[in-house]
């Protein structure tokens, strides 16, 4: 047994060029195929901790579009529109309302973050209910503001290494030359919270003028209540749109299902040329050996050695080119990540991408499997040639 696997590996050497590009073939149509499946994986995890990490079911933001209501939050939309904070006391009267969390997001560009400036992110957030619901933060450094009142800050990860600040530094609001103390730094989370500076919501209204208004409520409804019978209530509030942060998690896997039936498409095209290429380069074999397997033949072995023979080669070539597709998909996963993103509209934190050894198994399962069946016209192909007409081949 051990035998034949030698002369199926000689046989491929002799003709080297075609072999390699017949697996370089292979590899390709397999990293196309791992990275995808590592994509359906990665991004609904992705996507899914975003929501998760919010620590609340549903967002009412001022009326506008729900899309931009989402993405005020999932992403930190600078679009910003007002409500009025009673609104806020009037949710809290539900029943069904376990707490919420009156939030005040804006956005100001700093000259002195990078060489051409950028948006600084301040969250006024309520100290008494928003550490609640991100149960998930840990201090690198420090602890949340107490008074509601206070020219405090919390800053995250990134936030505090672009600034350089730790517990204790003051920073400057650009524009309002506003000082706020650094009283605490978030560990790195993953999410968008690491960017954000959180400053109590008042000190947020004072400063930017703002009295009596929010640009979102989180809402944390209790377990036992159904969310939907919460969410038609609030449609009946004055100048405000209710955003169930579920069905914007459906929403955009929805639409990016149908880009992924699109690549997909695109993966199983390429899976397909690459088993042409299969058929081809084990055909041409098997042609350019006519007489050799002729002379095999008539020495004694029979067509299920020869099958067995050149069906070996197959998956050979099969083999190599998934073990290289592998290696191509976890060497060139951070590239796939970023061209990922640069295509979609949305994209949480976090990787797009996570390729694991069942998903890798299930690749390579897949390119060998239909491999093999690609091998087995010219497996049979050679299982039946004929010793005699080799023979005359060679005379003529």
């Known amino acids: 047994m051990i035998r034949i696997w030698q002369i199926a590996y000689k046989n491929l050497l002799r003709k080297k060029v075609r072999s390699i590009l017949t697996i370089t073939g292979i590899a390709m149509s397999a990293w196309v195929l791992v990275s995808l499946l590592g994509f359906n994986k990665g991004y609904e995890n992705a ?26 939050m999932l992403k930190g939309g600078t679009g910003l529109r007002y409500m009025d904070e009673s609104i806020a006391r009037d949710i809290q009267r539900y029943s069904e309302v376990k707490v919420i969390t009156p939030m005040v997001m804006q956005a100001v560009f ?20 928003f550490p609640g619901m991100k149960g998930y933060f840990q201090f690198q450094q420090g602890k949340w503001f107490t008074d509601p009142n206070a020219a405090e800050a ?23 030359n506003v000082e706020l103390a650094v009283v605490g730094v978030l560990k790195r989370t993953g999410t968008q919270d690491d960017g954000t500076i959180f400053v109590p919501f008042r000190t947020v209204q004072r400063v930017f003028g703002v009295a009596g208004k929010l640009t979102a409520i989180g809402v944390q409804v209790d377990k036992n209540a159904r969310i939907a019978d919460v969410e038609q209530k609030m449609y009946d509030l004055p100048d405000v749109q209710v955003v169930s942060l579920a069905q914007v998690k459906q929403t955009i896997i929805s639409l990016v299902a149908t880009a ?26 098997v042609f350019e050996r006519f007489q050799e397997i002729g002379i095999l033949k008539s020495m004694g072995a029979l067509p299920g050695d020869v099958f067995r023979l050149i069906w070996i080669e197959t998956f050979i070539l099969c083999l190599l080119g998934g073990i290289a597709g592998n290696a191509l998909a976890l060497g060139l996963v951070r590239v796939t990540d970023i061209l990922i993103r640069r295509l979609l509209p949305y994209s949480p934190t976090g990787s797009l ?20 069946l690609s091998g087995l016209y010219p ?4 299982a039946r040639i004929r010793p005699i007409e080799s023979i005359r081949s060679q005379e003529a």
Request: charged share 20%; proline share 4%; aromatic share 6%.
């Open 47 to 72: 996507l899914n901790r975003d929501i998760d990490s919010m620590g609340y079911q549903v967002l009412v933001a001022a009326k506008g579009c729900p899309y931009e209501a989402a993405t005020l």
């Open 110 to 129: 700093d000259p002195n973050k990078g060489e051409s400036g950028g948006i600084s992110a301040y969250l006024g957030v309520d100290p008494k209910t």
């Open 154 to 176: 919390v800053m995250g990860y990134e936030a505090a290494e672009l600034e350089q600040r730790e517990v204790g530094d003051k920073i400057l609001i650009p524009e309002k």
């Open 260 to 285: 992924r039936v699109m690549v997909f498409s695109i993966a199983v095209i390429a899976v397909l040329i690459a088993m042409v290429g299969v058929v081809n380069t084990i055909l041409m074999s």
């Open 353 to 372: 991408v996570m390729i694991d050894l069942p998903l890798a198994s299930i690749a390579m399962a897949a390119i060998i499997g239909v491999g093999l």
């Open 379 to 382: 497996a049979w192909k050679a």
